[in-house]
């Protein structure tokens, strides 16, 4: 019988026994919450629905930032921000939902209109399992950038589409195997309104 897609992932992403810093779940809802005086990122790392989202009470000092679906079919993350070694993720409670801490936003880049371009400090490896289609971008650079987030559920007023800046390309690549990526640090990420989310930059040596 073949490894699923959680056993490969524990095979070439990182310590199995660190259960804070896997997300795990597939392509499913995910959610965040944001401390304000630091704009660092707790992500849930399991499914969620966007009822439970809605539901929550983020605690003193966080905001709800977001419930997006996953790019990727599993991820890890190497430590926390700030943090001397890789090891567990920093964790909290909120309402029987754990959640981790793994990633600090940096300032965002002048200069572009219709995408949102920002470091993001983040000690990330994600999976995308043989057999997919997925998107992946080249920010004018000549780097490939892998889809972080296909679509937000926030509400019913975003936009569907989605505009490309100017020497900006997407294109479809089906994987013959696995796909691991060691996202750099700090990461590279882009957000278009319509929900969509690419990070890098990295080599893949996949056809153009």
């Not at 920010?139 to 589409?161: K, L």
């Amino acid at each position: 019988m073949s490894a699923s897609i959680e056993e490969r992932a524990f095979a070439a992403l990182g310590e199995p026994g660190w259960a804070p810093n896997w997300t795990l779940g597939g392509c499913d809802l995910f959610m965040e919450l944001m401390e304000t005086d630091t704009r660092d990122v707790w992500l849930a790392q399991r499914p969620i629905t966007l009822e439970r989202y809605e539901a929550l009470v983020p605690p003193d000092g966080f905001v709800k930032s977001g419930i997006g679906r996953s790019a990727h079919d599993a991820a890890f993350f190497r430590r926390s921000p700030g943090a001397a070694f890789d090891g567990p993720l920093s964790t909290m409670d909120v309402d029987g939902i754990t959640f981790s801490h793994v990633a600090r936003p940096g300032r965002f880049e002048p200069g572009f209109t219709g995408v949102f371009v920002l470091p993001v400090y983040k000690y990330h490896r994600v999976m995308f399992a043989a057999g997919r289609t997925i998107e992946i971008a080249d920010f004018g650079d000549g780097w490939d950038y892998v889809p972080q987030i296909t679509e937000v559920a926030m509400d019913d007023s975003q936009p569907t589409g989605r505009v490309l800046p100017e020497g900006w390309s997407v294109r479809d690549v089906t994987l013959a195997e696995d796909l691991f990526v060691d996202v750099p640090y700090p990461a590279r990420v882009c957000f278009f309104p319509s929900g969509h989310s690419f990070q890098g930059p990295v080599r893949l040596g996949l056809d153009r």
